[in-house]
């Protein structure tokens, strides 16, 4: 049964819903969402109100928390405490927190920031006195919690640690630099540059259990203040690319690909968007200037006190001061763009990217090397594309040498490899009893499979072995199986994989069956495979159904696993991204009686006049249990339950329930499914709330299902933000 498209429905009472109104007259109609819901959304609250409780946008989960002297204030429990702020919420790969932290005369007390509250796990940044000057802060944590403890972490970077310099009072600020990286900056004389920075490695492997909440973490006698936090969309990432090192040429015509890093198998495309012209002359501030015609006619734009020049190589920014910077205006909007800067002294910046002149978001950046140096990236997180990137240096800097790169990126990020082991089969009608076996979540915004590369493949005897990928309805698609077997069981090529084996449908060379299998690209072999066996079929990989934010499983079986091992040290995905923006998430799902946290997503916006698909997906619900989808055409983040139980609130009234129906699955377990196809539920339903539609509308759409044990016997998925398009 594929999941995406089938739904059991199901006439059963849904007390406890919200109750079905339809008064249109009050609804928002053809408006932006509300800030604190909207893509671009930022939240921020200075305390300058009265004494008394912490009060505002914020839930106190545990402690005394008060605002005194236009301040927050946690004390003086010598334990740790949290408020959670009731209306932020953002993806921890996109979201950015700041507060202002103030020394205290205690002997031990701390300040901290959480992103990613709300699930069963997430991210605390403390900033710690533990030293002997009273006063300062002298050492920071970058934690994440397991189960209820803090201070567990397998990644690398900063656990807890002395800080290259005791301060008193100065802005912390918390985002990842990339899906698998935590930076912590801290600006002490808070004049918007980092003074000191931080990062831990390992944050990848934590999300699926992040919920999408911020909080301030306390303890002992503390005081803050000037809570922000965003959901910026965009990303900054440095790579190590030997293509771009050795690229020097920046005034012809550049293609190249290559990894962003030797660890991580992602890869890019870069296309020298060209010199600008004419050369040698100096610019002023407001000046455009156009580029060569390599890529489009692409075009910078000078901004502040910044003069831009070009020096024959690229192009070269005189010495910026504090607020210089440069815009670059695309004609093609793009996802990801990549500079290559050329600087002794280092640099900071902050990013913005914009399409149709509204921003997007920014993103802060330490960067500092000498040439030839990695490239670096920006890019938005949620699939969008931009049309204009404006790059404003924070602190002045020395003369500056700049290349500048349309980036394409297709590649999705598979997971770790390990130890090819099993029991061995009867092939064909009997799999190996054991098997090699890594999942992934594929990308929302994924539409198509193209290559699936395994790195580091080793093991004798590829005749012994087959690799398949497992879609998420459990429908297995061979990529590979038992290279020179042409009859019967046994026995297939005796040769070895050595190498890294990128398997693509058509195009690639033929596996040998007459030597060892090296570094390559491959088409498929399905072998003597009865297509269908075992849930195994011989699928092109461009039939492979593509359900985005769905696990991935990827299976190596050893038909013969007594005589020989193997090993594998990554796999990844190679696919097509849309470049469509996507529904967007606010307000953090709570955890059910069976500690399954919800997931809502659709797989594109919905279009006036429903000419295309909208379909509309809640996982990792309970098991065997009704429910339904409903929606409004306001937002809101208020808790489900005066007492008792994490979910909340996420769609404000007057709601539309849709058809009930079975979440499937398995009793007791997370793998039920809510299900609704919303195009066809609108048409077919012409008088439900806000019909008819137009573009630029906004419906918020929230996930509901029986919960026995929970408050109220029923729990809630998070919100779903979507917005007609024409």
Known sequence: MKLIWTAMLMASATSALPAQTWDIGDAQRGGAPPQTMAPTASWSDDFNRA???????????????????????????????????????????????????????????????????????????????????????????????????????????????????????????????????????IDTDFDGAPDQSYSRTGVAALAPNFGTSFGIAGYGQTTFDNFRASDTRVQVLSGNSPYLRSYLDFDNPFVASGPISPVSPVFYQYHDIGSVTPFGNWYAAGDTITSGSNDSGQSLVVQGAATLAVAGVGEALSQPAAGAGFEIQLNVPTRELGFLFVDQAGMSFDVELLAGGISLGHQQSVYASAFPAPPLHVALVDGCTFDRVRITFLAGTGGVGLDIFRVDTSYFEGNTGGALTGTGGAYPTTLPGAAFESSFMLPWDARAIERVSLLGLTHTWVGDVSAVLFD???????????????????????????????????????????????????????????????????????????????????RIYDWYASADVGALSSWYVFGRRGDECLPFNYCAAG????????????????????????????????????????????????????????????????????????????????????????????????????????????????????????????????????????
């Not at 009731?86 to 202002?100: C, F, I, K, N, Q």
């Not at 590979?480 to 060379?509: K, M, P, Q, W």
């Not at 919800?598 to 797989?603: E, G, Q, Y």
Request: proline share 5%; aromatic share 10%.
């Open 51 to 185: 004494d008394g409780a912490i009060g505002g946008s914020w839930t106190v989960l545990s402690g005394t928390w008060a605002v005194s002297a236009n301040q927050g204030q946690h004390g003086p429990a010598v334990t740790h405490e949290i408020i959670q702020h009731s209306l932020a919420s953002s993806s921890y790969a996109s979201a950015v927190a700041e507060l202002d932290v103030f020394d205290n005369a205690g002997s031990v007390y701390y300040t901290g920031i959480h992103i990613g509250l709300g699930g069963s796990d997430a991210i605390l940044v403390k900033l710690q006195h533990q030293g002997t000057t009273v006063g300062q802060f002298t050492h920071i944590g970058l934690y994440h919690k397991s189960g209820t403890i803090w201070n567990f972490w397998s990644g690398t970077g900063t656990g807890f640690a002395a800080l290259s310099a005791p301060f008193t009072s100065g802005r912390l600020r918390v985002y990842c630099s990339n899906a698998d990286t935590l930076v912590a900056e």
């Open 472 to 554: 998420p309805t459990g429908a297995g698609h061979m990529l590979f199986n038992r290279i020179g077997l042409t009859g019967g069981t046994c026995c297939g090529s005796s040769y070895d994989f050595n190498g890294h084996v990128h398997v693509v449908e058509s195009g690639g060379a033929l596996f040998p069956t007459n030597a060892d299998i090296t570094t390559n690209v491959y088409n498929q072999w399905f072998g003597t495979w009865p297509s269908g066996t075992n849930g195994i079929s011989n699928t092109p990989l461009s039939q492979i159904p593509v359900i985005p934010g769905g696990v991935y499983t990827l």
């Open 591 to 726: 955890s059910t009686s069976n500690g399954c946290i919800p997931r809502i997503a659709a797989n594109a916006h919905p279009r006036v006049g429903h000419g295309s698909s909208c379909v509309i997906v809640a996982t990792n619900v309970e098991g065997q249990k009704n429910g339904l989808l409903f929606y409004g055409l306001r937002a809101t983040q208020s808790p489900w339950c005066a007492a008792g139980g994490s979910s909340f609130l996420c769609v404000k009234p007057p709601t539309q329930r849709t058809l009930n129906q079975s979440t499937g699955g398995t009793a007791g377990a997370c793998n039920g499914a809510l299900v609704l196809d919303w195009s066809n539920f609108q048409t077919t339903h012409p008088f439900s709330l806000g019909n008819p539609f137009t573009a630029g509308d906004v419906v918020f759409v929230q996930g509901w299902f029986r919960d026995p044990a929970a408050c109220k016997t029923t729990s809630l998925t998070g919100g779903l933000g979507l917005e007609y398009q024409p």
